[in-house]
């Protein structure tokens, strides 16, 4: 009964998450955005600042800012922000609390032919090259002739401005349809290729180009919020392995950098070997066995 409970909570948790980031539903038909001092919050989840709906701001976004800014050198605020929820949760904030995550997972329901990305594999190193070139290196060293730059990833790379903050905005506002023009044509392609894997892979984007994705995984190893392997009944059969979408060998490898916490290892798990679990219960277990 307690599997059937997880396995069905998850969803709801994402669409939680999903409203509470974007509770503002009456500012799409005005083409409005909402400015108040919720603005100054990041998100968990990669989510547009130029959302209608949105209540807060983009993580990766509110970094740009910041790092390409002459008034800042470095953002305490949103660095801490990132570091307490990579500390506490690691990637399982993109599996429960992103919103363009759930939007790829929906998508991957569609009835049709699915494709194991396993053989990709390598493209999920190109996040990070995303997230040093695009989100970092970019905005610190090309900047105009006041000394800002431009939000590299935002504007040229990211499908989710396009989808919640392009599209919505511009067909609400006459004055955006008419300076429409060449990027907004490139991030449009770039969102429908998204949607178009995301139905055949699961998750391709978060796998690939996420730079949130990217900097979450450097906490999953470190994070509150892991995966414990029962040595004693794992068996090694492989089951969760092969359960696992995120294409992470769970029995060797249970807390990888690729794994959401989605909890689909633990309920296919046919040994009950595999447990949520937190850094300190694992610390506590192996001292005990010392």
């Known amino acids: 009964m307690g599997k059937k409970q997880s396995k069905n909570n998850r969803w709801k948790i994402q669409l939680l998450a999903t409203l509470a980031s974007n509770p503002f539903f009456l500012h799409f038909p005005l083409g409005k955005l909402y400015r108040g001092p919720l603005k100054g919050v990041c998100v968990p989840g990669l989510n547009c600042y130029s959302c209608p709906a949105a209540a807060g701001s983009c993580p990766i976004g509110s970094l740009q800012a910041v790092i390409g800014s002459p008034k800042y050198q470095m953002s305490f605020y949103v660095l801490g922000i990132l570091t307490l929820l990579g500390t506490l949760l690691g990637r399982a904030d993109c599996g429960f609390l992103c919103p363009f995550g759930w939007f790829q997972e929906l998508l991957h329901k569609i009835p ?4 194991s990305t396993r053989p990709l594999h390598i493209l999920t190193y190109l996040k990070y090259g995303v997230l040093i070139l695009f989100v970092i290196v970019l905005p610190m060293t090309v900047v105009n002739e006041v000394g800002l730059a431009d939000p590299f990833f935002c504007q040229y790379l990211c499908p989710v401005g396009i989808l919640e903050g392009g599209i919505p905005l511009s067909l609400a ?118």
């Open 112 to 115: 049709t032919k699915k494709f």
């Open 173 to 290: 506002n006459e004055s955006i349809r008419a300076s429409l023009g060449i990027l907004f044509t490139w991030k449009s392609c770039l969102l429908l290729g998204v949607v178009t894997l995301s139905i055949f892979f699961y998750r391709p984007f978060c796998k690939w180009l996420c730079p949130l994705g990217a900097l979450y995984a450097l906490f999953n190893k470190l994070s509150l919020s892991r995966l414990h392997i029962d040595t004693a009944k794992c068996t090694s059969c492989g089951v969760c392995s092969r359960v696992c979408k995120m294409d992470v060998d769970v029995f060797h490898h249970p807390n990888h950098t690729e794994c959401i916490r989605c909890g689909d290892c633990i309920r296919a798990c046919p040994h009950h070997a595999i447990q949520s679990s937190t850094l300190f219960r694992n610390i506590s277990k192996k001292e005990s066995e010392l």
